[in-house]
């Protein structure tokens, strides 16, 4: 279900991870399904998108003009960063939208620049030139992984080879490992992705990487069963999890922090043997 609307709320978050700040909402949604997604933990099905763009590049005009962050920070060593696809994919849902209009703002601001995370191949946007001033970050998990839980996505081989066609186009590009699921062979799986990512990946100086270990909701849990949806077996890990209310009130269920900080330290003992050159901007 398709929905346009006049986006109410302007309101706009600090973030400190992948970006410094989260600008109101484009869309609100995803038409993808993949069994993880916390979006679907509001919003079942569907999307909205804001038809009131204007409203919206001027919050975040007024926001910028307002604001102090020190640079460099790991966000970016120069410009203060807005993701704008915090609440949908916004690459693919880019037809609903003047995209290009919306790049442009930032492509000719002083100080804001726009990030967005994508699980697909937006070949629409090469023939826009974004200066350097969009980022792209291409969402990664093993193949093996990626086929049972984000159905109707990129292949994960696409998504590498299209990290050196976007930056051959002026886009800033960086990896989004997300989410990374523990399970017995994950180790093994990585290893293969990392090897993946050395023999795909040209731009080695300028390619960096954010980690995100998954957080699942018990509702979605619930919702997944019913629906046959993904592998709850590989998300739905009681033995190693524990609860978590997330700030918006939602029950989530986590990696017990003891065993997440073992994960986070085998996760980046294997990254830095594989792809050393990767900087990890955050892990958490």
Known sequence: M?????????KIRASGRSSDFISP??????????????????MK??????????????AIDNHVKNVSINKPNQTDPDYITYDISCNEDFALHSKYYDWQY?????????????????KIIPNN??????????????????????????????????????????????????????????????LHEYSKLFEQVNSLVRYKDKVKAEV????????????????????ESLLWQPEIQEAKVSQYGGDNIR?????????IHQFKTLHNKIIPWNTIRYIF
């Open 125 to 186: 946007f090469l023939s826009y030139d974004p200066s350097n001033k969009v980022r792209i970050r291409f969402s990664l998990m093993p193949q093996k992984l990626s086929s049972v839980l984000e159905p109707n996505t990129s292949l994960i081989y696409d998504r590498l080879k299209a990290v050196n066609t976007f930056i051959d186009a002026g886009y800033d590009v960086h990896l989004n490992f997300s989410p990374v699921v523990v399970y017995e062979d994950w």
């Open 212 to 231: 995100i270990f998954l957080t699942h909701n018990k509702n979605k849990h619930e919702y997944n069963k019913q629906e046959s949806l993904g592998d």
């Open 25 to 42: 909402s484009f869309g609100f949604g995803c038409l993808l399904n993949c069994s993880y997604c916390y979006m679907k933990r509001h």
């Open 102 to 118: 919306i790049f442009e703002y930032f492509v000719s601001h002083d100080k804001a620049k726009a990030t967005l995370a994508t």
């Open 255 to 263: 990696y017990q922090w003891e065993l997440k900080n073992q994960f």
């Open 45 to 58: 099905e569907g999307l909205n998108y804001a038809t009131n763009l204007d409203d919206i590049l001027l």
């Open 2 to 10: 398709l929905k346009p609307i006049n986006r109410k709320s302007m």
